[in-house]
């Protein structure tokens, strides 16, 4: 078994309708149930031609990382998702396919970097960044990267953000995870007050649900440890 243990000072997330943790309190106890209708959360540092540009996870995902960072302050980025903006490359393929030309700017924010190179050029921060898909277990390993770089640089701190959506259009019979939108944001540094244990263990079963999902139950619900079970690993956590 592996385990890794890293200062943890904060968690946030969205999904629609749901943001702010007495909301994710509510819905860790069933009280609050995720509407597909409700609309996006809007990041405040970001100015509204670019805004219009983002497609809606992105807005979520960057107004998730303020509410974990304030401006002005620095951290690295780890950034992980399993698909990206599949989305916006969809588009792109179904333009090439009709030899139409293609946007630049789609293109340069379909790359699976984007976000954290976009953050980084929002903020003004030249701090690291790394983006990483990992199938079905993307947040599991942003998680590992989170952490492995909160301990080799103390002196930093890191942040983790995790989004993922549905599969679009003609990709959609290949959904393996049936989850609607979800924007996961932890923040990493020496001077927090409690620490995250993560371990994971090779254990060859069926995988159950989306990792990030079962992290935020735990996080948000009466217990302070949980696990998540992926096709060939079996991964926990814990708050100390």
């Known amino acids: 078994m592996s385990c890794l243990r890293a200062p943890l000072a904060g968690v946030t997330a969205w999904a629609p309708g749901v943001f702010g943790e007495e909301q994710w309190r509510q819905w860790a106890a069933g009280a609050h149930p995720v509407d597909l209708a409700a609309a996006v ?3 405040s540092s970001v100015d509204a031609m670019l805004r219009r540009r983002l497609n809606p996870l992105a807005r979520a995902t960057l107004a998730v990382a303020e509410r974990l960072l304030p401006h002005g302050e ?8 399993r698909h990206g903006d599949l989305r916006r490359t969809l588009d792109l393929l179904e333009s090439l396919a009709e030899e139409q030309p293609l ?25 690291a960044g790394l983006a990483l898909a990992a199938g079905e277990e ?36 290949f959904e393996t995870q049936h ?32 990792a990030a999902w079962a992290f935020l139950k735990s996080w948000f619900g009466p217990e302070s440890r949980g696990q998540w079970q992926a096709t060939n690993r079996c991964w926990g956590w814990g708050v100390q």
């Open 41 to 43: 959360v809007q990041p």
């Open 179 to 210: 989850s609607p939108p979800l924007a996961v944001g932890l923040i990493f540094g020496a001077a927090a007050p409690q620490a995250l244990e993560l371990t994971w263990r090779t254990q060859r079963r069926a995988g159950t649900g989306v």
């Open 74 to 81: 620095a951290a690295r980025v780890v950034y992980a998702s």
């Open 138 to 173: 993307s947040f599991c390993w942003g998680l590992v990267e989170a952490m492995a770089q909160a301990l080799a640089f103390p002196q930093e701190r890191v942040l983790l953000l995790y989004a993922d959506e549905p599969l679009p259009g003609p990709y959609a019979s």
């Open 103 to 127: 946007s630049p700017t789609a293109f340069s924010l379909s790359v699976h970097n984007a976000l954290p190179g976009l953050w980084s050029m929002l903020r003004g921060d030249r701090s």
